[in-house]
């Protein structure tokens, strides 16, 4: 049976000096979320640690990668890794920018369970068989006010709006999962605009990040569970980093949080975000700890950098990392993310290199385990049942 897809279209630790995160050079601006901290009721927070593993951290208290330093990767693409694609229609092809994925999907059993729909760059809802609605890294616009407007004032790049990601879809989530709290993936005005009815799921050190108004959060160390009826939510590890203020000479917060997979079980059914991450051992370590995965959302993009692509490559997978990662996590299907008309292309070539490489990529090694893994390639606004 083949994977259904609708269109929804509603109106190595690296230091403080490296950011896959818009750096703000006016100091006044970075200073000012720390002096105007909202008023409200107090959260209510939550520590949760798994009982038989403890996570990295060192003695001043930053959070680390399980293995730290310099990876060893499975293969890299050399050259020629951009080659146009008959299945991308973009208004131009070199670089490729603003595309639409016209190919063939992955003939699949749709037997997951799961709902998936793709709002862009790493937001995700996923809908399970019985009703729960899970946003993953919901962000709605550019970036948390001063830094959108010092972005904009310093005219910096304004990604487009994700699809479909409306009030509707925030208010009607159960639980809500963040994978870290860089820019890009985390915004306080989405929070005010989710509520507090459902759960929040974050990593270790991230409560502190949130507005205060009641919201119920829960801050989860690697392999640590929380369960809502039949679903089960397991935080995993990542190979990344976090930090979100610097204020020269007063404050940074690097690594002061810490950062999160997230994997879903439902019915006997797996779902794998991995959030921002580079390729390390620990997606070994996840399949020998759960099993092969249903459904693996892998990120493929910010990994390229002119001067310092190996430090993006290390906290950020390319497409034959994320590819790699696949055939290591066991996935029936892989969907990746990162790309797209609604992506900041921070760490790219353009909107939709990182899926060219991808198909590039894909199509040269069909003869070993990384090109024979299932791929749903989805545009902004889609949703699929894998």
């Not at 259904?4 to 006044?28: E, H």
């Not at 799961?114 to 068989?129: E, L, M, P």
């Not at 910010?302 to 906290?315: F, I, L, P, Q, W």
């Not at 990529?361 to 090109?371: A, C, H, S």
Request: net charge neutral; with cysteine; aromatic share 12%.
């Amino acid at each position: 049976m083949r994977a259904k897809i609708s269109s929804q279209k509603n109106s190595s630790q690296t230091n403080s000096q490296f950011r896959g995160v818009p750096r703000i050079a006016l100091p006044a601006l970075a200073l000012l979320p720390l002096l105007l901290t909202g008023c409200g009721h107090p959260n209510i927070v939550k520590i949760h640690h798994a009982p038989d593993y403890k996570q990295p951290i060192s003695k001043e208290g930053r959070y680390q990668n399980t293995y730290p330093g310099q990876q060893s990767y499975p293969f890299t693409c050399e050259a020629d890794c951009y080659q146009a694609q008959t299945t991308l229609q973009c208004q131009s092809d070199s670089p490729a920018e603003q595309c639409r994925y016209t190919g063939p999907q992955a003939n699949i059993e749709n037997t997951s369970g799961f709902k998936v729909r793709w709002f862009g760059h790493a937001s995700f809802q996923i809908s399970t068989s019985d009703g729960q609605q899970i946003l993953l890294d919901p962000v709605t616009e550019q970036f948390d006010w001063p830094v959108n407007w010092g972005f904009h004032l310093l005219r910096g790049f304004s990604r487009g709006l994700p699809q479909g990601l409306n009030d509707q879809i925030l208010s009607n989530a159960n639980v809500v999962l963040y994978s870290h709290i860089h820019y890009d993936h985390f915004n306080k005005a989405d929070i005010e605009r989710i509520g507090n009815k459902p759960d929040y799921l974050v990593p270790l050190g991230f409560a502190d990040h949130f507005p205060k108004g009641a919201y119920r959060i829960n801050e989860m160390a690697w392999y640590s569970q929380q369960n809502f009826s039949s679903l089960q939510i397991h935080a995993v590890p990542a190979h990344h980093f976090s930090n979100r203020i610097l204020v020269p000479l007063v404050y940074e917060d690097f690594a002061k949080s810490a950062w999160n997979g997230w994997l879903l079980q439902s019915h006997g059914k797996s779902l794998f975000f991995a959030g921002d991450t580079g390729y390390s051992q620990h997606f070994k370590d996840i399949r020998q700890r759960y099993g092969a995965i249903d459904v693996c959302l892998l990120p493929i993009a910010s990994y390229y950098h002119k001067e310092d692509g190996a430090r993006y490559r290390n906290v950020h997978t390319t497409p034959e990392d994320a590819l790699s990662a696949a055939v290591e996590l066991g996935c029936k299907v892989m969907i990746p993310w990162g790309y797209g008309n609604a992506s900041w292309k921070m760490g790219d070539h353009s909107s939709h290199s990182a899926l060219q490489r991808l198909l590039t990529v894909r199509q040269r090694i069909q003869d070993k385990p990384e090109g024979k893994v299932p791929l749903l390639i989805l545009n902004e606004g889609e949703e699929v049942r894998p």
